[in-house]
């Protein structure tokens, strides 16, 4: 199960006859694995890894770092499932170091961000304290990279 789902992480779209023959398996056996993977949970959805930037979609990203109070009977479970219920959310991890969640959320400008901070995120009862960073570029994300290889166009004389 293991292989079969590092395959699938680096690409949800391989056709199931390709999967089978990397692993030494036939296309029915595979499928029983895809279908048992998503069935507990393994697999939670498949999905395009999109340059926004270079289709020329004005998207921003933020990361927040959260220092958050948990409540005593669910830890941090509770305050982490409030803010993942935000639209705006695209994740939140429980971190161990300088701050206790950590919160991706993206918007069609930074304004719109430090809105979603200010009147939503930063109001929550267990929320204690919000710092944001804005990211500016993208160099490589879930193992890919975003920018092209730029080309030498210099030329070489040799005499």
Known sequence: MEELLHILEKNGRLPV???AAM???TPVEVA???DEAAEKGFVRGYEALVDWEKAGVNLVEAVIELH?????SRGFDEIA?????FDE????????G???LQVTIKGRSFQEIAL??????SPLDDVLSTATSFVLRTYKRSGRLYQDEETDDRECTVL
Do not use: N, T
């Not at 499932?81 to 219920?85: F, G, N």
């Not at 959310?89 to 161990?96: A, N, Q, T």
């Open 68 to 72: 958050v109070s948990p409540r005593k």
């Open 98 to 100: 300088g701050y206790d």
């Open 32 to 34: 029983a694995m895809m």
């Open 116 to 121: 979603f901070v200010a009147k939503r995120l």
């Open 17 to 19: 006859e390709d999967i």
């Open 23 to 25: 692993m030494g398996k």
């Open 89 to 96: 959310v695209d994740s939140v991890m429980l971190m161990s």
């Open 81 to 85: 499932s409030v803010i993942a219920s």
